[in-house]
């Protein structure tokens, strides 16, 4: 078994069948132990497991090595860089394959653990909010409009009516700050 340490790089870079054996020899303990601390919360099977081990592997040949050749031992050993890869290539992994959740609607109320369905509605001060912002949070919230619908909808662009809304909620939490205190 080869050490990592001994890891001639160039040779690993250019594809040499060899040297890839044996980094693959050296490195899959670490780099096992280090998918499965990082899916341990996941509930992932151990078929899950090992798939995301075999895509550090294949993240680090894909594309003529190209994230093999970002390493830098001046930077970090490569134990540890390559402790950041598994553990980033497993948390994709997870996310990828996390299962389908039950769109809300679909959810009995008695499940939400909502006590009461009738919430009152936040009353804004006459004039606290521009005519425009005062439109653009009820587009986004009352009618549940995206931004795009929002934008079109003023004929406006979308940069305007993301900046509108920061700006109202601001004044909101400005507001709504001072009245706490």
Known sequence: MTDLNQTDLRKLSSGDKRTWDNFVTAAAPLINAVVRRALSSYRLSEDDVMDAAQDVFVRLCASEFRLLKTYDPARAGLSTWLAVVARSAAIDHARRRRQATQPLDDVPEGHLGVEDRHVEKLRIPQGLL????????????????????????????????????????????????????
Request: some cysteine; charged content about 35%.
């Open 130 to 181: 521009t005519e425009r912002q005062t439109l653009v949070l009820k587009c986004l919230y009352d009618e549940e409009k995206d931004v795009a619908e929002v934008a079109q909808f003023l004929k406006i662009d979308a940069q305007t009516v993301r900046s509108t809304h920061h700006k109202a909620l601001l004044r909101l939490r400005a507001h709504f700050k001072e009245d706490a205190q």
